[in-house]
C-alpha cells in the first residue's frame, strides 16, 4: 500500500472500528540476553503454514508489529512478512547479526506490500547499553544501522528502552541518533517483568522533568510523511510521554485502552490474545481467530481491560488507543496546527 493512502485506510478504521494493528511473535529465541527483555525463551515455532492460515483471516491492518525474541533469527522471516496485508511493517532487531540481517532486510523489502520500518534497538551511549545488552553489542548494532540505511524503500529508526539507569544520558544521546541519520527514535519505558528485576521505569517525576529535552529531540523526524506529518508525530511523541507519567503517577487508565478492539497479539505458541501483558486467551491450533474474538473468554478479558482492570505504558496499545481515542486524536491535530 502507497503511503498517500494511509489517511484514507486510518480513516475507515476509526468509523469502523475495527482490528487496525497486530504484534505478531514470531519466534521466543535470541542470540542475546537483555537485562530489559520481558519475553521468555523459548524455542517453539510455528510452521510458516500457521501464518499463511493467520493471513487468510485477517482484514487489511493499518500495521503490523513483527515481536521476537530476534525475529531475524528466522529464515522464512521473508515468507512470513509477505504474506500479510498491511500498511505499516515494523520490524525490530538487535542488530547483532549483520551478516544475517542486511539480505533479509532487501528480500523483504522487495516482497512487502506496504512501507517497511526496521527499528534497531539502541539504550544509550556506547557503555551503558553495553552494560544492558552485553559487551560489543553497539558496535554490532551500528554497523548494521550503517547498511540498513542505504536500503531503498526502508525507514529505519532507532527503538530505546528506557529505564532509571539510562534516562540521566538520553538527551545527549537523543541528539546523537540525529546526527547518524536516522528517520527516527521511539522511546519508551521498561514494561513487563524484565530479566533483571532489578531495573525499574523512571520515577515519574523525573520522566516529567526530562520529558522537555528528550521531545525537543525528537521534532523534525518525518518518516517520510512530509511537514504536517512530522508535526502530527511529534505532537503525538509529546502527548503519550505526559499520558504515560500521568499513567505512572495515578496508576490507572488514563486514556480508555483499546486492546482486544483494535488491537491484539499472537504469540509463538500459537495463542492470541487482547495484549501482550495480559494471558492469552485461547489457542488457535483448533479455532478460528474471528471465532476466539466473539467467544466469552475474550469479552471478558476485554471488559475487564475496558473497566479499567489494568494500567500499563505500553508503547503499542498506547498508540492504537490514542489514535483511536476521538478527543486525544483532536489534541494532536489541533496542537499540530497551532490551535492549542
Known sequence: MSMPNLPAFYLKHLIKDTLSSVTLYVTQRCNLACRTCFVQPGSEEPALSFYENLARQLPRLMW???????????????????????????????????????????????????RLVISLSVDGPEPMHD????????????????????????????NTVITGENLPSLKEFAAWVRSRGADGHSLMLLRGDPRDSSLRPPPPESLRDAGPGLLAELRGYRYAHGALGARLLWEYHRLAWALSVRTLQQKRQVVPCLAGRNYLVVWPNRTAGPCELLPPVGSLDDTALDALIRSPQWSRQCSFIAQGGCWCTHNCALLASILFHPPSLARIAFAAMGLS
Open 64 to 114: 503490523l508489529d513483527i515481536g521476537g525474541g530476534e525475529p531475524f533469527l528466522r529464515h522464512d522471516l521473508p515468507q512470513i512478512c509477505s504474506l500479510f496485508d498491511t500498511a505499516i511493517l515494523g520490524i525490530p532487531t538487535n542488530g547483532y547479526d549483520r551478516k544475517t540481517i542486511v539480505p533479509m532486510v532487501k528480500e523483504i523489502a522487495s516482497r512487502t506490500r506496504g
Open 131 to 158: 552494560a544492558i545488552r552485553g559487551r560489543g553489542t553497539w558496535q554490532r548494532a551500528w554497523s548494521t544501522f550503517e547498511e540498513v540505511r542505504g536500503i531503498d524503500g526502508v525507514a529505519l529508526k532507532v
